[in-house]
């Protein structure tokens, strides 16, 4: 019964190995292009709420800019070959964002450092979408999975954990 289990195991594992990393891409993606997309638009946004209150300029022209810049860096976490692109320009855009935390609590809390508001919860969010993406740039240098077997150093390392269990 446990050889069965962890071959079971095994086979999940190899399924979130190959699987994993490509649909995180794609759904960071696909939420950068989305919200991004919002912003181009003109629809009011938790960017365009605090871009009314932090970043310089005139949040007509900032909104749409930064939409834009979301909508590249979800188009570059499309394509394993462009996550260094993606993380640069998510390096250069989160910093801002976060920022607004710091600049603007009254913007960001009802009560500070506890109860965020619609703005502090996307900002929030942000921070969650930038530690995923650091994830994904621990594995840039990997080629991308492809089906199949897993690499040798991953199968080893499970047939000793399996031993030592």
């Keep these: 019964m446990r050889r069965h289990l962890i071959r079971i195991d095994r086979r999940i594992e190899h399924l979130l190995y190959v699987f994993g990393h490509r649909t995180h891409g794609v759904t960071l993606g696909c939420v950068f292009i989305w919200f991004g997309a919002l912003k181009v638009v003109g629809q ?7 871009a009314k209150t932090v970043y310089l ?3 007509e022209v900032t909104v749409p800019i930064l939409g834009g810049w979301e ?5 570059t976490l499309f394509f394993h070959r462009l996550h260094r692109v993606a993380f640069v320009l998510l390096a250069i855009r989160m910093p801002g964002t976060v920022l607004a935390l710091v600049l603007k609590p009254e913007a960001c809390f009802v009560v500070p450092p506890f109860i965020p508001t619609i703005a502090g919860q996307y900002i929030i969010k942000d921070l969650m ?10 594995y840039v240098r990997q080629k991308p999975h492809r089906l199949g077997r897993a690499p040798a150093s991953n199968e080893a390392a499970s047939r000793n954990n399996d031993t030592s269990a």
Aim: charged share 5%; no cysteine.
């Design 129 to 138: 979408l930038l530690s995923a993406a650091a994830v994904m740039g621990g």
């Design 57 to 59: 300029g005139s949040p």
């Design 44 to 50: 009011e946004t938790a960017t365009s709420i605090i």
């Design 71 to 75: 909508i590249a860096i979800g188009v």
